[in-house]
């Protein structure tokens, strides 16, 4: 069997374009964007401590009830943040998704029973908001425009008693299980045969993607720190000013060296690669990757990288910004 493949690494370290590179292997197929449910807040990172180590039943029927909301509304409400885009249950195979999802979180389950549904903060809106949301769907048909829902919720129409895993292992055999076929249902479809998927935050939670898929490869993609702070400052989603961006990333890059200094990495296939390298010769660093990786070197139709685009911040960044960054 082919291994599972993580790639992450710090953001504009050149994730995604390694992660489509791979995705040009004939026999890997590279998710069509981060499977952000793996390591996200409300996600199976949370889910599975909530059973396990932080359990109570507060505690675990919150998480349950949070991991399902973000499975089913969040990700699958193109048109709204936190996700927007994310059309994910089509991504996976639509009705299959669903009933694996479904199947899933059942086994999750002890017992449903009627009772006050209640979330975490109030539900109770003024009459003056209620009206505007109600003239906004009014506005949004007479435009023939999507409706796009106003509150992103999950209705409780039972409350649940969630399980507690005291063998941690076996709820990491069901969840790995559950993200296994997901993921190699929609890679089958596609005529490959295993999976990549790349979310840059990957690289704070090794030991986590471990616990789940043991014989996984990660791959870890880094660049030169000056570029990541020079594109950092081009995006919404960071600080743009260099010395905001320098300290955006120093808990990030803290973190990291903490996370890998406290794992054995000769117990696991952990590859690092440096953007520089793979925009300086493309076809020597995925040959180096298909060796490690067991799979053939059969990549077509790689996307271009190249060795100016990785080093921009040469040309751009003053002298000091780049001694600010040192």
């Known amino acids: 069997m082919l291994p599972r493949i993580f790639i992450g690494g710090i953001g504009r370290s050149g994730t995604t374009i390694l992660y489509k590179a791979l995705g040009c292997h004939e026999d890997v197929y590279a998710l069509p964007t981060e499977m952000r449910f793996l390591v996200d807040p409300d996600g199976l990172i949370n889910l599975l401590d909530a059973l396990t180590v932080r359990y109570s039943l507060v505690q675990a029927s919150q998480a349950l009830f949070r991991f399902e909301r973000l499975m089913q509304v969040y990700f699958t409400t193109p048109q709204r943040a936190p996700y927007p885009g994310f059309d994910f249950a089509s991504w996976l195979g639509g009705e299959y998704c669903w009933r694996r999802l479904d199947q899933f979180c059942s086994e999750l389950v002890e017992l449903e029973f009627s009772g006050p549904s209640w979330e975490l903060g109030s539900a109770n809106e003024g009459m003056l908001t209620i009206w505007a949301r109600r003239l906004q769907k009014l506005s949004q048909r007479l435009l023939r425009h999507p409706v796009v829902p106003t509150r992103l919720t999950l209705p409780r129409t039972q409350l649940k008693v969630v399980k507690y895993f005291p063998d941690r292992s076996h709820l990491l055999e069901l969840a790995a299980a559950f993200v296994d076929d997901l993921f190699l249902h929609a890679a089958c479809e596609r005529g490959k045969q295993t999976w990549c998927e790349k979310t840059p935050h990957n690289h704070l939670h090794l ?120």
């Open 207 to 326: 030991d986590f993607l471990w616990e789940l898929f043991p014989k996984s490869v990660i791959i870890i993609i880094k660049r030169d720190p000056r570029g990541v702070v020079h594109s950092l400052t081009k995006q919404d989603w960071a600080p743009n000013d260099v010395r905001g961006a320098c300290l955006f990333l120093r808990s990030v890059y803290n973190r990291y060296f903490d996370v890998k200094g406290a794992i054995d990495l000769n117990r696991y296939r952990y590859l690092e690669l440096k953007l520089e390298d793979l925009a300086a010769s493309p076809q020597s660093a995925l040959e180096r990757i298909a060796s490690f990786c067991g799979l053939r070197n059969l990549f077509e139709n790689v996307p271009d990288i190249t060795i100016d685009r990785a080093n921009y911040w040469q040309r751009t960044m003053t002298s000091q910004e780049i001694e600010l960054v040192n």
